[in-house]
């Protein structure tokens, strides 16, 4: 009798915990908008549209990883896209902000390295490339790109810019010098150029440094 009432407690307790189970288990929720770019995939799996788009889907709600997936699956396709009328620049800037979202920084570097082979002169890659590789600590692969820049393009004043504030987040012990010799080369290009009164209020800035240094 005691093993028969034991045995009755203990199925009567797995109920109740099973019961518990049920009761605490999260509804499935299904994404509507998902949803329906999957089934768009489904009915064209060769299209690298439905693919795209699920991979832009992917990345808004933070899913790096699918992502990744998908975006792998367009650029897979290479003929496909252009044949589809898919922007190569929509897919580059999806790929970088994938990677640095999902802190694949090297990824987001190789990225950039790999368009500039096609775009040397591709200068927003170059300035990002350039910020990427600040942001790893690598101040001289850093200090390359932002010189390359100016070297491609000399009469580009705003690149002087980037160079001369490069220069300043560093630690260099002539970053100073560097950076007033930019911001002079700015002031002859556009001497009434956008930038110009921070330009002369940050040359005043590093004189009057100076100044102060030597007394």
């Not at 009432?5 to 109740?16: D, N, P, T």
Request: proline fraction near 4%.
């Amino acid at each position: 009798m005691r093993q028969g009432r034991w045995l009755g407690m203990v199925i009567a307790l797995g109920a109740l915990l099973a019961q518990a189970g049920c009761a605490t288990k999260a509804p499935v929720v299904v994404d509507p908008v998902l949803a329906a770019a999957r089934q768009r995939l489904v009915k064209n799996p060769g299209d690298p549209r439905p693919q795209l788009a699920l991979a832009e889907l992917y990345f808004q709600r933070h899913d790096y990883l699918r992502a990744t997936q998908y975006l792998s699956l367009v650029e897979d396709q290479a003929a496909r896209q252009r044949r589809e009328g898919i922007d190569a620049e929509r897919v580059f800037q999806l790929g970088v902000l994938i990677a640095v979202h999902g802190q694949h920084y090297s990824q987001a570097i190789r990225r950039c390295e790999a368009r500039l082979e096609q775009v040397m002169e591709d200068h927003r890659t170059r300035g990002l490339l350039a910020s990427l590789l600040e942001a790893i600590g690598d101040e001289l692969a850093a200090e390359r790109q932002w010189r390359l820049m100016v070297a491609l393009q000399p009469k580009e004043a705003s690149h002087l810019l980037s160079l001369a504030r490069f220069y300043q987040r560093t630690e260099r012990v002539d970053r100073n010098q560097l950076a007033q010799r930019l911001y002079s080369r700015y002031l002859e290009l556009e001497p009434a150029g956008p930038e110009a009164a921070r330009v002369k209020a940050a040359l005043r800035l590093q004189q009057l440094d100076e100044t102060l240094a030597s007394e």
